[in-house]
C-alpha cells in the first residue's frame, strides 16, 4: 500500500478548495478560468492552488503568462489507494463478525 498524504484529506476539507479542484476534473483550467464564477478573489483562488498543489493533488505549468492548472492523477491514487485498503479492511472486519454471531 502506497504511503498516505495526509496533506491531502486535510487541503480537500476545506469547501472552496474542494470546488476548485472540482473544477479541474474533466480539463485543465487557467488561474483565471478557476476564479471565474467564485465568490473570492482571484489571488485567494491562487492560495488554495497552493494548497492543492502542495498536497500534490494538483500539477500548476506556467504556459507563457498563464498558470495551467490539472488534477494530479499520483496524488489522486495515492488517496484512492488508502481509502481501498481501509474498505477493505473494515469488510474483513465486518466478516468476521457477521460469521461469528452466524455460528451463534
Excluded: Y
Amino acid at each position: 500500500m502506497k504511503r498516505i498524504n495526509g496533506k491531502a484529506f486535510d487541503a480537500l476539507g476545506e469547501p472552496m478548495r474542494r470546488t476548485i479542484f472540482e473544477k479541474l476534473k474533466t480539463h485543465p483550467l487557467s488561474v483565471g478560468e478557476l476564479a471565474r464564477g467564485l465568490p473570492i478573489s482571484r489571488p485567494a483562488v491562487s492560495q488554495h492552488l497552493m494548497v492543492l498543489r502542495d498536497a500534490r493533488l494538483i500539477r500548476i505549468e506556467k504556459k507563457g503568462t498563464r498558470s495551467l492548472c490539472e488534477i494530479d492523477p499520483k496524488g489522486v491514487l495515492a488517496m484512492r489507494d488508502w481509502l481501498d485498503n481501509f474498505w477493505d479492511s473494515a469488510l474483513s472486519s465486518f466478516k468476521a463478525i457477521a460469521e461469528k454471531e452466524s455460528k451463534k
